[in-house]
Structures are given as structure tokens and as C-alpha cells.
């Protein structure tokens, strides 16, 4: 089953930073568009950044300016640098890959992001 696989998540203060990664033994992010999600207890999944197969990238409005995705195709892995961490930023973290072609998504099972006063 191809899975994609988080680590870098923790505790860390407000006004911390941390950096998320994933990757996958199983895929080839070279020819997906990739994704960080975050769920936070008791809401919905949201986006959190995305970037394409060609480096373009998005962001939700709450997290610009303090959090930013790369991707090192070489290293088969897709970042999250996140600054400026704020309470509202604790969650569960999930990197999604999407394939150009044909659209196949996967999941990894998240990191965990807890922001303490």
C-alpha cells in the first residue's frame, strides 16, 4: 500500500518553529502535486499549502507569511517551515500526494503540532 510518511511534528512554544517532512519509498513526488493538511481537534481537514508538480505554490491566508512549502525532488520530500507558530496552529499535520497523470491521491497518516503558551 503506498504510504507517505510525516515526521517533524512536537511541542513547541508560540512564536516556535519546526519543520515538517514527508516522504515515500513507494512513490515518485517528481510527477505528483503535493500538499500539507492539518485537522485540528474538533474541525474540519483543511489546506494548509500546497505546491505543484512545477514548484508553484498556495497557501491559506492563515498561514502566509509564516509558513512555507518546498519540495527537494532528489530527496524524494516535501517540507513544511513553519515560523511564527501560533496556538491556533496545533492540529494533526497530513502530507497528500496527488498524481499529474492521473490524479491518484495518497495519504500519510499526519504528524502531530501542538502550540503551548
Known amino acids: 500500500q503506498v504510504q507517505l510518511v510525516e515526521s517533524g511534528g512536537g511541542l513547541v512554544q508560540t512564536g516556535g518553529s519546526l519543520r515538517l517532512s514527508c516522504t515515500s519509498s513507494?512513490?515518485?513526488?517528481?510527477?505528483?502535486?503535493m500538499a500539507w493538511y492539518r485537522q485540528a481537534p474538533g474541525k474540519q481537514r483543511e489546506l494548509v499549502a500546497s505546491?505543484?508538480?512545477?514548484?508553484?505554490?498556495n497557501y491559506a491566508d492563515s498561514v502566509k507569511g509564516r509558513f512555507t512549502i518546498s519540495r527537494d525532488n532528489a530527496k524524494n520530500t516535501v517540507y513544511l517551515q513553519m515560523n511564527s507558530l501560533k496556538l491556533e496552529d496545533t492540529a494533526l499535520y497530513s502530507c497528500?500526494?496527488?498524481?499529474?497523470?492521473?490524479?491518484?491521491?495518497?495519504w500519510g497518516r499526519g504528524t502531530g503540532v501542538v502550540v503551548s503558551s
Open positions: 513507494r512513490i515518485t513526488f517528481s510527477g505528483y502535486n
Open positions: 505546491i505543484t508538480s512545477g514548484g508553484s505554490t
Open positions: 497528500n500526494g496527488r498524481a499529474v497523470i492521473t490524479g491518484a491521491s495518497y
